[in-house]
């Protein structure tokens, strides 16, 4: 196999840059100009909504002296009635034999006074099982249980115990176990 020839490249000639710029005088551009205006000139009035005294209804906020009368045609209490007279505060409900009043409690809360039954239920399926037991609902139907225990066998079979229960089913629940 044969290789063909290859001509040289072709070298080009040198151009010779002038050593000076020509002269060029800047061209001048025509400015406009500014006539001063006189200064004996008087200001033009203000437009009338820019006022320098107050209107007169801005004087009206200090108290009339006579009471007003409403416009015709607007509803006011009749003349001469008086008002109907408050009722008496009545006395304690441990006096009266009334029954005590619960607050109302929303729906999906639970009561101050009465313990949660998953909470418990939680922490009697770790009594004696594990230590440091912490129960923190993390929504609404989501919990974040907290152990220790010795071995991760007691943690599986502690975890499995209490993902059984048929009451936890509706809930997510987030183990955190520490080994120890």
Same mark, same amino acid.
């Given at each position: 196999?044969?290789v063909?020839?290859?001509?040289p490249?072709?070298?080009?000639?040198?151009?010779?840059?002038?050593?000076?710029?020509?002269?060029?005088e800047?061209?001048k551009?025509?400015?406009p100009?500014i006539e001063?205006?006189?200064?004996n000139?008087v200001?033009k009035p203000l437009? @009338?909504?820019?006022?320098?005294?107050?209107?007169?209804m801005e004087q009206? #906020?200090?108290? *009339?002296t006579?009471? $007003?009368?409403?416009?015709? /045609?607007? #509803?006011?209490? *009749?003349? /001469?009635? @008086?008002?109907l007279?408050?009722?008496?505060?009545?006395?304690?409900?441990?006096?009266?034999?009334a029954l005590?009043?619960h607050?109302?409690i929303a729906?999906?809360?639970?009561?101050?006074?009465?313990?949660d039954?998953?909470?418990t239920?939680i922490?009697q399926?770790c009594?004696?099982? $594990?230590?440091?037991?912490?129960?923190?609902? @993390? /929504?609404t139907?989501?919990?974040?249980?907290c152990?220790?225990v010795?071995? *991760?066998?007691?943690?599986?079979k502690?975890?499995g115990?209490?993902?059984?229960?048929?009451?936890? /089913?509706p809930?997510q629940?987030?183990?955190?176990v520490?080994?120890?």
């Open positions: 196999m044969t063909p020839a290859v001509a490249p072709k070298t080009l000639p040198a151009i010779e840059t002038p050593k000076t710029l020509p002269d060029v800047p061209s551009i025509a400015l100009t001063p205006k006189p200064t000139v200001p437009p @009338t909504s820019v006022r320098t005294d107050p209107l007169p009206r #906020w200090q108290p *009339a006579k009471p $007003a009368t409403p416009p015709p /045609g607007t #509803w006011t209490p *009749a003349e /001469g009635l @008086t008002p007279p408050t009722q008496p505060v009545p006395p304690s409900i441990e006096k009266t034999g005590k009043v607050p109302v729906r999906g809360q639970m009561g101050d006074k009465t313990p039954p998953i909470v239920l922490t399926l009594q004696g099982r $594990a230590d440091g037991v912490e129960v923190r609902w @993390t /929504g139907k989501k919990l974040q249980v152990f220790e010795r071995t *991760a066998g007691e943690a599986q502690l975890v115990d209490i993902s059984r229960r048929p009451e936890l /089913g809930y629940i987030d183990f955190c520490l080994v120890k």
